[in-house]
């Protein structure tokens, strides 16, 4: 069996290591903005790759893309890596696909609209429970009669569809109100001014070549270009959680294994659960935690840990904690949640030195054998071996241009899906109508019978028994009739 070392975070007084065989048990990266959690964020992709397990990361302020070029000599980089004693201290670059969802500044990244499923589409159109039963109606409608949603306009027409056939639906599917639908479709309309349509469509991304490897045995770094998804944090966080869902239901189980098989850094992670559904959330703390068995470590990257509910933080058992701001209520009692969460060394008050760390430093703890977390130590964060800083977009375009999946996803396909479908059917049924109403009109006119101005015997003695019916005589007939009629009924 591969021993593998553990991964080296930094120095206190000891030096901090992440053991690999229990990355995948989960953690988090928490700091105030500018405490240097992008650098610790880095650093642990660096050596994860290095051993051999491909990340994936999404990079929301473009500083990221510098882990593709080797980094340069400075002072700093060199005094940090004497201090906490890193021998054999390197530049070099590292292996990196660039991917963006808008096909601009990396590989465009595209899932159907079937893939995404009713609960997420929800989620990112801001759906009610009403217009959520509706959206579930197109599914389901869609899965029973073999119609492919692939993209946008796809599920824009299966809304056309369920308003025009609105009644029809309704006794085996329920209810479908024409209002939840124009909901749905001006929803729709927004989601497409952002720039979704780029994502919906084919095709579609394989995860395999997430999870790659170098014929050197290094993890290629996975990272998505979100300066301007970031613009959408509805789509940026429904998109990262599709990925996270995907993953989790294509992987097969494989324990515990000595390294993780992929890990995915979950950047902004506060957008993921603000104003998330219940239900929503349930199914992240499904995700969370039956997902390290299959090998994937997720590691939350947020401003502080209030920002993640109880349930799933209670499940990042591996903690990099940078430097935190108490300077309202909500801070100081974060101060205090957070220190109290670390198993405490003697040697410094936990909760005293949160708001005194460094740029590069932050109090780390991270699962040991059987599970147990280690004493939190304040740590100096090991200095990175690649570029600080971005990737020039010359650079950045070599990269791309040298990648092994170079033209798979570069050009859109559009196959025959529900859109064209039910745009036939449609025009088929008005085909139809217009013929119905043309054999319709043709037979009215071919029954009419020729009018003429003469009178048969016949049809004066009836227009003279019609008149009769105004005198008395004629009231009374009517009168007399109706009554052995009703005399008739009540024998």
């Known amino acids: 069996m591969q021993i593998i070392d553990p991964i080296l975070i930094g120095r206190g007084e000891i030096p901090v290591h992440l053991t690999p065989k229990l990355a995948n048990r989960h953690g988090l990266i928490a700091g105030a903005t500018g405490t240097g959690k992008t650098v610790t964020l880095q650093i642990l992709a660096e050596a994860f790759s290095d051993i051999g397990v491909p990340v994936f990361m999404a990079d929301v302020k473009g500083d990221l893309s510098g882990i593709s070029q080797a980094g340069v000599t400075k002072d700093f980089l060199e005094k940090r890596a004497k201090t906490i004693q890193l021998e054999h201290y390197k530049y070099k670059a590292f292996p990196t696909l660039f991917w963006d969802l808008y096909g601009e500044l990396g590989h465009p990244i595209r899932t159907t609209i079937s893939e995404m499923g009713p609960l997420l589409l929800s989620r990112l159109l801001d759906l009610n429970e009403t217009q959520e039963g509706v959206l579930n109606i197109g599914f389901k409608i869609a899965d029973d009669e073999g119609l492919l ?240 800083g971005p990737a020039t977009d010359k650079e950045q375009k070599e990269v791309i241009k040298n990648s092994p999946i170079l033209g798979k996803y570069d050009k859109a396909i559009d196959r025959k899906s529900a859109y064209e479908v039910l745009k036939k059917r449609a025009a088929q049924a008005t085909n139809e109508a217009g013929k119905e109403n043309k054999n319709s009109a043709s037979k009215k006119t071919r029954s009419k019978k020729p009018s003429s101005k003469h009178q048969s015997a016949g049809e004066a003695f009836l227009k003279s028994a019609a008149r009769s019916i105004g005198t008395a005589l004629g009231s009374k007939m009517v009168r007399g009739l109706l009554g052995s009629l009703i005399k008739k009924a009540l024998r």
């Open 149 to 388: 949603l692939l993209d946008l306009k796809d599920l824009r027409q299966m809304m056309v569809y369920l308003a025009e056939n609105s009644s029809t639906i309704a006794t085996e599917y329920g209810n479908v109100s024409k209002s939840s639908v124009g909901a749905i479709q001006r929803r729709l309309l927004v989601l497409e001014q952002q720039g979704a349509e780029y994502f919906f469509g084919e095709p579609a991304l394989e995860l395999s070549d997430m999870m790659r490897t170098t014929s050197e045995g290094k993890g290629v770094i996975n990272i998505l270009s979100a300066v301007k998804l970031i613009n959408s944090p509805k789509l940026f966080s429904t998109f990262l959680l599709w990925l996270l869902s995907e993953l989790f239901e294509e992987l097969p189980e494989i324990g515990d294994p000595e390294k993780p098989r992929l890990v995915f850094f979950f950047d902004e992670a506060h957008l993921l659960f603000n104003d998330a559904p219940k239900a929503l959330v349930q199914k992240i703390e499904q995700v969370v935690r039956l997902i390290r068995s299959k090998g994937v470590g997720v590691y939350f990257v947020t401003q502080s840990p209030l920002d993640i509910p109880d349930s799933v933080l209670a499940q990042l058992g591996n903690r990099v904690q940078h430097a935190l701001r108490a300077f309202t209520p909500r801070d100081q009692k974060a101060v205090r949640a957070v220190a109290e969460t670390f198993r405490q060394n003697p040697a410094f008050s936990a909760k005293e030195v949160i708001t005194e760390l460094g740029v590069g430093e932050a109090l780390v703890s991270t699962l040991q054998k059987k599970g147990v977390p280690s004493i939190v130590e304040q740590t100096l964060i090991r200095p990175p071996s690649s570029r600080l």
